[in-house]
């Protein structure tokens, strides 16, 4: 369920969360290349967002652009479409650097790979790379790393 299932009311962050795809995180290697995910960050989603978070800086509204925030979950979350995760996967952290204001109503393009992977004290440690393009140019890049279960031998 999406992070936001956690505040009473609270609308979810992306649309259709999965929990029935074949691939599961554990079993990528390295290098595994994401399929390009393209988004709409519409209005509604964006005040949702907000609503969710408590960020009410008027600044978003007056000058019509996307917390940079909510475009790196939104994308997260969208690339958490084409994997499951292992019951006990805890995202461990987030390392994000905005380049560009993303407009609200705007179509972006996130692209990923998982950039490393390793076993390490019966987890499995996965490291994704991943970059927001609007209009051609990189908006964000994020690195997140998750920790999920190690399957049994």
């Known amino acids: 369920m999406p992070c936001s299932a956690s505040r009473p009311g609270a609308a979810p962050t992306w649309p259709n969360p999965s929990v029935n795809v074949a691939q599961t995180l554990t079993d990528l290697t ?9 988004m709409h ?4 989603r964006v005040r949702d967002y907000v ?13 019509q652009v996307a917390p940079s925030l909510a475009v790196a979950a939104f994308a997260l979350g969208a690339l958490l479409e084409s994997v499951s995760l292992p019951a006990g996967s805890l995202h461990a952290s987030e390392n994000v650097t905005f380049k560009a204001p993303v407009p609200v109503d705007s179509e972006v393009e996130c692209r990923a790979v998982l950039d490393q992977r390793s076993v390490r004290g019966g987890y ?21 790393t998750v920790m999920s279960p190690a399957p049994a031998p």
């Open 41 to 44: 960050i519409d209005s509604a």
């Open 124 to 144: 499995v440690v996965s490291i994704l790379e991943s970059e927001i393009v609007h209009n051609g140019n990189t908006a964000i890049t994020a690195r997140a």
């Open 51 to 63: 609503a969710a978070t408590g960020d009410d800086l008027a600044l978003y509204e007056e000058a």
């Open 30 to 38: 390295a290098g595994h290349v994401f399929p390009p995910v393209h």
